[in-house]
């Protein structure tokens, strides 16, 4: 059985208005990224565009979904471990989390406002790429 998703929404804001730019956090090289540090990410983010410029000023949409079931091989600890353990033979392990697998360049998390948001914006996504690994860049799209 796999674990369950503890990711609450992957977007949020208002989808159906058009806003002028778009800002994508883009991971510098490939990375797996375990579903609580995109939950932490995502709250820390919406945390702060909530409080900055209200809950229908932007759109924040999380691209990435962990799909990757992360296992581990249980090992026998206390007197007579060394009998009972069987090392790497027959290691198909317990599932113990999830992640997604991130190629380098791909966009993990977009958000969408307007002119006048675009500091916070930006402030949003630099603290959601603290609570991820690996170093990341923000790229801005202006909407037409």
């Known amino acids: 059985m796999d674990p369950h998703i ?3 929404r992957f977007d949020f ?5 058009q806003f002028d730019y778009s800002l994508d956090l883009i991971p510098k090289a ?12 995502r709250q820390t983010s919406n945390r702060l565009l909530e409080k900055k410029i209200g809950k229908t000023d932007f759109h924040f949409k999380i ?14 600890a206390g007197a007579g471990a ?8 027959k290691s198909f392990g ?6 997604a697998q991130v190629r380098k360049g791909q966009k993990i ?9 675009l500091d916070v914006a930006k402030e949003a ?7 991820m690994p690996c170093s990341f860049y923000i790229q801005t799209n202006v909407n037409k």
């Open 6 to 8: 503890k990711i609450v």
């Open 13 to 17: 804001g208002d989808p159906n208005k």
């Open 30 to 41: 490939a990375i797996q990224i375990r579903q609580e540090a995109i939950e932490s990410a």
């Open 63 to 76: 691209r990435i979904f962990p799909y990757h079931v992360l296992r581990e091989n249980p090992l026998a």
């Open 82 to 89: 060394d009998r009972m353990s069987t090392g790497m033979q």
């Open 94 to 99: 317990k599932p113990i989390g999830v992640a």
């Open 109 to 117: 998390m977009t958000l969408s406002v307007n002119k006048e948001h």
């Open 125 to 131: 996504l630099k603290r959601a790429s603290k609570k």
